[in-house]
């Protein structure tokens, strides 16, 4: 945990201290929505909803972003019927609780094997001295280059390798049907589990990805140092969820549907978290560096511009889904912390139990 000694904190990462940039809220922390066309075949009459093996056309062009009302491709009827969002319920219930509780497996294995791992590294530095040292290796500019790196940003290059993946897979024409289905959340479609974990690292537009990636990085030092890699990551992918189905929650509500696509829900939650453990931190829009503000500051600017959205109904946002990782990003650090986290022992236990071949088989029980 980090405490704030001063009113005016900046971040450290390795021996520079820099000050994070809070990105202009329109274009870089956005959830966009993404515009779809259906093109009609020929001779064919329209007969009530059309069947996902129709030709999709999709409108957003490179640089060009969609039409605020630009029709969607649902597969059923939009209504406002919430009884559709028991199940993304559950699955978000059920998703969040396996995620911490991989978090703490997790982190269990790393801390077992800290001591082989550290021996290995006194053999590792001892034959690196004795051996030949390689003029112009790649591997070892890249190991030197990983190396440099903070906890932080080895934790989420992971993340941005996802999401510039599933970046290049929307190039695919191919795939453009499958992309839309499962990675884009829209809870008028047939697909609503799973499009809510693989919507969070879904973008269209390489701006989107950009903005997106580059707040995560510039935050990720910050984050994995208050929480650790393995609790960050339960909280991102819980946070992917949750806001996506807060979004549900928004579309349905006001009876306006089309598919979501976009990680900013989560970054939310990421800088969310930041500004309330760090209220007092000093933080700057990327385009204006000469005007600064404090953290706590920021994060009451984020909530009034999405709340002003959602109530005005601006469409070009998900405003619905900021909000979902905004709370929930709050939420976490004022009491969830000590809900979840801090009561993960049992499960820990049970764990160690379990690899050990039962209690007393090892030892009393401590890693």
């Given at each position: 945990?980090?405490?704030?000694?001063?009113?005016?904190?900046?971040w450290?990462?390795?021996?520079?201290?820099?000050?994070?940039?809070?990105?202009?809220?329109?274009?870089?922390?956005?959830?966009?929505?993404?515009?779809?066309r259906?093109?009609?075949?020929?001779g064919?009459?329209?007969?009530?909803?059309?069947?996902?093996?129709?030709?999709?056309?999709?409108?957003?062009k490179?640089?060009?972003?969609?039409?605020?009302?630009?029709?969607?491709?649902?597969?059923?009827?939009?209504?406002?019927?919430?009884?559709?969002?028991?199940?993304?319920f559950?699955?978000t219930?059920?998703?969040?609780?396996?995620s911490f509780?991989?978090?703490?497996?997790?982190?269990y294995?790393?801390?077992?094997s800290r001591?082989?791992?550290?021996?290995?590294?006194?053999?590792?530095?001892w034959?690196?001295?004795i051996?030949?040292?390689?003029?112009g290796?790649?591997?070892?500019?890249?190991n030197q280059w990983?190396n440099?790196?903070?906890?932080?940003?080895?934790?989420?290059t992971?993340?941005?390798?996802?999401?510039?993946?599933?970046?290049c897979?929307w190039r695919?024409?191919?795939?453009?049907?499958?992309?839309?289905?499962?990675?884009?959340?829209?809870?008028a479609?047939?697909a609503?589990?799973?499009?809510?974990?693989?919507?969070?690292?879904s973008h269209?537009?390489?701006?989107?990805?950009?903005?997106?990636?580059?707040?995560l990085?510039?935050?990720?030092?910050?984050?994995?140092?208050m929480?650790?890699?393995?609790?960050f990551?339960?909280?991102?992918l819980?946070?992917?969820?949750i806001?996506?189905?807060?979004?549900?929650?928004?579309?349905?509500?006001?009876?306006?549907?089309?598919?979501?696509?976009?990680?900013?829900?989560?970054?939310?939650?990421?800088?969310?978290?930041?500004?309330?453990?760090?209220?007092?931190?000093?933080?700057?829009i990327i385009?204006?560096?000469?005007?600064?503000?404090?953290?706590?500051?920021a994060?009451k600017?984020i909530?009034?511009?999405d709340?002003?959205?959602?109530?005005?109904?601006?469409?070009?946002f998900?405003?619905?889904?900021?909000?979902?990782?905004?709370?929930f990003?709050?939420?976490?650090?004022l009491y969830?912390h000590?809900?979840?986290?801090?009561?993960?022992?049992p499960?820990?236990?049970?764990?160690?139990?379990?690899?050990?071949?039962?209690?007393?088989?090892g030892?009393?029980?401590?890693i």
């Open positions: 945990m980090m405490a704030v000694r001063v009113s005016v904190f900046k450290v990462t390795g021996d520079i201290s820099k000050t994070h940039y809070l990105t202009n809220r329109f274009t870089l922390q956005t959830q966009q929505r993404c515009g779809f259906k093109i009609a075949k020929k064919e009459v329209k007969k009530g909803v059309a069947e996902e093996t129709e030709t999709i056309e999709i409108l957003h490179k640089d060009v972003a969609p039409p605020p009302d630009m029709p969607t491709p649902p597969t059923h009827t939009p209504t406002r019927a919430f009884g559709r969002l028991v199940r993304p559950v699955f219930i059920g998703f969040t609780g396996c509780g991989g978090a703490a497996i997790w982190q294995e790393s801390l077992k001591v082989k791992t550290y021996f290995d590294d006194v053999k590792a530095d034959l690196e001295k051996r030949p040292q390689k003029q290796d790649l591997r070892k500019q890249v990983w440099s790196l903070s906890e932080g940003q080895k934790t989420v992971g993340i941005i390798a996802v999401n510039v993946l599933v970046f897979c695919v024409p191919s795939l453009q049907i499958f992309m839309l289905k499962y990675f884009t959340s829209n809870p479609a047939k609503l589990c799973w499009p809510m974990l693989l919507s969070t690292f269209y537009s390489f701006f989107h990805l950009a903005a997106n990636m580059y707040v990085w510039s935050f990720s030092s910050s984050i994995i140092n929480m650790g890699k393995e609790q990551v339960a909280v991102y819980s946070a992917g969820v806001s996506s189905f807060v979004s549900y929650l928004g579309k349905t509500g006001m009876g306006r549907f089309g598919p979501s696509l976009g990680a900013s829900g989560a970054i939310m939650t990421v800088l969310a978290a930041v500004c309330t453990k760090m209220p007092e931190a000093k933080m700057a385009f204006l560096p000469m005007y600064t503000f404090a953290a706590g500051t994060l600017a909530v009034a511009l709340a002003a959205g959602l109530i005005l109904r601006w469409r070009f998900d405003h619905a889904a900021h909000l979902g990782g905004v709370f990003g709050i939420w976490y650090i969830g000590e809900l979840i986290w801090k009561n993960r022992e499960l820990v236990k049970l764990w160690h139990d379990f690899r050990t071949g039962g209690p007393g088989a030892g009393n029980g401590s």
